[in-house]
């Protein structure tokens, strides 16, 4: 497996949990209190910090984890950066993110219509990034595993 | 499952043919990684045309040899 597909794998298990764990504190804050008072921006920044380290630290962690597994086999460690068909796979993913993040844009320009109290536009926003980057991920993984 | 590409591959017989070249070998030489290779081989993925010779010319055989589209029927 080469170093992007981990990189895939981790996503598609960091994207989840931080957005349930995230969803779960703030949308229980907002059932007992105003939506205007709930705190969600220390949380958010929490959040998107998790993802982004989550991913780099997922990734190089899966890494040495395999080349020790491999190398305790006595297999050459398989540590291949990626080529030409895992840019194609990136660009795919890429491509099927891209639904959620035009989704969410209709959403928030459509939520600043309303004008709604930020905390759904900045949710709206975060959330679609999310299922952006979770769908994104799916796409990647079936085009690892079925081609394409 | 539906293989994702109608296109077939004799890189597997190549190989052995070849000294028994394993799949690493063959992706070094290639310039692509293994993963690459095995995909290839089990028909998840068509490479470009370019790599498709690539893969030709490390066997030194016509393309045709390496791989294979069938036909559509005229019926």
Known sequence: ?148 | MTKPTRVTNAIRQLRFAAGEMTQADLAERVGVTRQTIIAIEQGRYSPSLEMAFQIAHVFAVPLDDVFQYPRESTD
Not at chain 1, 61 to 81: C, H, R, T, V
Not at chain 1, 111 to 117: A, T
């Open chain 1, 1 to 148: 497996m080469s170093v992007s597909e981990r990189s895939v794998w981790v996503q598609l298990i960091v994207m989840p949990v931080v957005g349930i764990v995230y969803f779960s504190v703030v949308l229980t804050r907002a059932a007992s209190t105003p939506v205007a008072d709930v705190s969600w921006i220390a949380p958010m920044i929490w959040a998107m910090s998790i993802v982004v380290v989550g991913i780099i630290a997922g990734t190089i962690a899966s890494a040495i984890g395999s080349a020790i597994a491999q190398a305790a086999q006595g297999n050459e460690p398989d540590l291949e950066e990626g080529d030409v068909r895992d840019k194609e796979i990136e660009r795919i993913g890429n491509l099927k993110g891209q639904f959620f993040t035009g989704i969410g844009t209709v959403a928030v320009i459509v939520l600043c219509m309303l004008r709604v109290d930020v905390f759904w536009i900045a949710n709206a926003m975060f959330l679609a990034g999310l299922l952006s980057g979770i769908h994104g991920a799916i796409a990647k993984v079936i085009a690892y595993r079925r081609g394409f």
